[in-house]
Each structure stands twice: as C-alpha cells, then as structure tokens.
C-alpha cells in the first residue's frame, strides 16, 4: 500500500509545481504586460504566496519521493531516465531559487510604485527579463522529466 501512496503524492506533487508553475508564470507576465502597477501589485502578491505554498514544499516532496519509489522499486540511479530526471530537476530546482527573489523583487517594485501612484520604473522589466529567463530552462527542464517519466523503458509497478 505504501508504494500506491508514494505514487500518489509523486504525481499530485508533480501536478502542483507544474501546475503552479505555468499557472503564475502566466498570470505573472500577462499582468505585468499592462504596465498597471496596482494591478501587478495585487497579482505578484499572490504569486509569492502561491509559490511558496506549492513550489516550496513540492520541490522537496518531488525528489524525495522520487528517490524512494526508486529505491523501492530497485532502479539504480544510474539508469538514463531517472539520472537525467535528476539533473534536469537540478536544473530547474537551480533556476526556482533566483526565481523566488526576481518575484519577491517585482511584488515589492510593484508595492511601491502603486503606493506612490507611480507607473512601474524600468528596473521592473530588467527584473521581468531575467525573471522569465530563468524560467525557461526550468519549463524545458519539467517537460523533460514529464517525457522521461512517460516513456522510460522499467514499468512503474508496485
């Protein structure tokens, strides 16, 4: 049964960080194309919150999970999939730290310039820029491990 229960929490947690992933990336850069300070005030607020709420504590229950259906199911760490699934979650997880701060840094820019009835200063974009940067590799890193996961050749039994 414990096994059943890990795949479960794996691939919910795997749909969460995704999830939560795109979801605020898009309502992060859509808000932010309108140049409405109040209003990416209000969104960016929600984005840290949610990012905290799901990537936090998804990006550790992902590997550990992972590692231990692998352990569980005898799948040395060295098989192709599983080792390139932890690199490119590697990857992504190195690319969600900064991530965290470019948001943080955009809700706060955000915070000011509306509280001053101020539009968004040019600092706001350089940040975006490398906010959706970093974001990249980390989307191309999840689809990877997505692929990988479907098509690996050991079956996912239990």
């Known amino acids: 049964m414990d096994l059943i229960l890990v795949k479960y929490i794996h691939v919910l947690s795997s749909t969460l960080l995704f999830g939560t992933g795109v979801g605020t990336a898009f309502y992060l850069l ?79 820019i955000a915070v000011q310039a509306a509280a001053a009835g101020q539009p968004l200063p040019a600092r706001y974009s350089a940040y975006l820029g490398c906010w959706a940067a970093l974001g990249v590799p980390a989307l191309i890193s999840f689809l990877a491990i997505f692929f990988m996961m479907v098509a690996r050749r050991v079956p996912f039994a239990g």
């Open 30 to 108: 859509v808000v932010s194309l309108t140049r409405d300070a109040r209003v990416v005030a209000v969104v960016a607020r929600y984005v840290v919150v949610a990012d905290w709420l799901f990537t936090a504590t998804t990006i550790v229950v992902q590997p550990a999970t992972g590692l231990y259906l692998a352990h569980r199911l005898q799948i040395p760490w060295g098989t192709p999939w599983l080792y390139w699934s932890l690199v490119a979650f590697a990857i992504a997880a190195l690319c969600w730290l900064p991530v965290v701060w470019l948001q943080i840094r955009l809700r706060d």
